[in-house]
T-cell receptor, first 114, second 111 residues
Framework: QQQVKQSPQSLIVQKGGISIINCAYE??????FPWYQQFPGKGPALLIA?????SEKKEGRFTISFNKSAKQFSLHIMDSQPGDSATYFC?????????????FGDGTTLTVKP | DVKVTQSSRYLVKRTGEKVFLECVQD?????MFWYRQDPGLGLRLIYF???????EKGDIPEGYSVSREKKERFSLILESASTNQTSMYLC??????????FGDGTRLSIL
């Protein structure tokens, strides 16, 4: 299966709180898991990415947690700020079978209230 | 930084017209993609190209065609525009492996 299931569809968090977005996949051949951030009027932009040889990757306030056995990965945004309000997409791809094509989740609209 | 440029931010066309959406990337990427984005439906792949003159259908190719005559340019063609093709269209490019780099989109309205 090529699906990537993302949840929740929308999320409202208070400023300073932790935002958590989850994704689950079926295809065990996936070996690259990026997260994209999209602001209104702009295209998605790479935020952070992980490969399955590590269980966690942190860049500033953004952390990806990866659970290979459960086929799940999640994005954690610490100390969420109003400027983080955007749509977030998880994705997955395989060097062996997809050669650059990604399967995207349906997106999560994050609103951070001041 | 990679730059992916879509020729129009907003476009209004009439039903039945042939519509061309153009995309240019400046990083010598092998792969180029066309997506459409609709509320609640995420990013849906229309067509994908992994080399000049090479193309592969995505999830929703019906009513669309593509052209890639040069490595840096990927065109999406709506052969006979219909109202259900009103949408945001996003172009992206990537190396053979790695993240995709997106343009800022063309919002197309078909009247």
């Amino acid at each position: 299966q090529q699906q990537v299931k993302q949840s929740p569809q929308s999320l409202i968090v208070q400023k300073g709180g932790i935002s958590i977005i989850n994704c689950a996949y079926e295809n065990t051949a996936f070996d690259y898991f990026p997260w994209y951030q999209q602001f209104p009027g702009k295209g998605p932009a790479l935020l952070i990415a992980i490969r399955p040889d590590v269980s966690e990757k942190k860049e500033g306030r953004f952390t990806i947690s990866f659970n290979k056995s459960a086929k799940q990965f999640s994005l954690h945004i610490m100390d969420s700020q109003p400027g983080d309000s955007a749509t977030y997409f998880c994705a997955a791809s395989s060097r062996e079978t997809n050669a650059g094509k990604s399967t995207f989740g349906d997106g999560t609209t994050l609103t951070v209230k001041p | 930084d990679v730059k992916v440029t879509q020729s129009s931010r907003y476009l209004v066309k009439r039903t039945g017209e042939k519509v061309f959406l153009e995309c240019v990337q400046d990083m010598d990427h092998e792969n180029m993609f066309w997506y459409r984005q609709d509320p609640g439906l995420g990013l849906r792949l229309i067509y994908f190209s992994y080399d000049v003159k090479m193309k592969e259908k995505g999830d929703i190719p019906e009513g669309y065609s593509v052209s890639r005559e040069k490595k840096e340019r990927f065109s999406l063609i709506l052969e006979s525009a219909s109202t259900n093709q009103t949408s945001m269209y996003l172009c992206a490019s990537s190396l053979a492996v790695g993240p995709q780099h997106f343009g800022d989109g063309t919002r197309l309205s078909i009247l």
